[in-house]
């Protein structure tokens, strides 16, 4: 059974960074590309940051030059570094596994890690 854990959310003023990490057990982690979404009120889930199995990474347009993933398959976990938060980038974040070129993602999310942008 997949499990992701999501951690390092908190409350940061804007223009601060903060380092999402996830956890994933009961999959082959090195295989799988992983991507992050962030959910805020009212809004569809996004995805905003990707990472295939060979490192490839994609971002959305939205936070390209300010966020970055990366992946440790030694230890299971993706993370998304966050630079130059600002208010709109206020959500539950969440990663998701996906096939290893990011072609397909599974149906599969941990509990979210919330990121509030506020001064």
């Known amino acids: 059974q997949v499990q992701l854990v999501e951690s390092g959310g908190g409350l940061v003023q804007p223009g601060g960074s903060l380092r999402l990490s996830c956890a994933a057990s009961?999959?082959?982690?090195?295989?799988?590309?992983m991507g992050w979404y962030r959910q805020a009120p009212g809004k569809q889930r996004e995805l905003v940051a990707s990472i295939t199995s060979g490192g490839s990474t994609n971002y959305a347009d939205s936070v390209k030059g300010r966020f970055t993933i990366s992946r440790d398959n030694a230890k299971n976990t993706v993370y998304l570094q966050m630079n130059s938060l600002k208010p709109e980038d206020t959500a539950v974040y969440y990663c998701?596994?996906?096939?290893?070129?990011?072609?397909?993602?599974?149906?599969?999310w941990g509990q979210g890690t919330q990121v509030t942008v506020s001064s």
């Open positions: 009961g999959t082959i982690f090195s295989i799988n590309a």
């Open positions: 998701r596994p996906g096939s290893s070129h990011g072609s397909r993602w599974y149906d599969y």
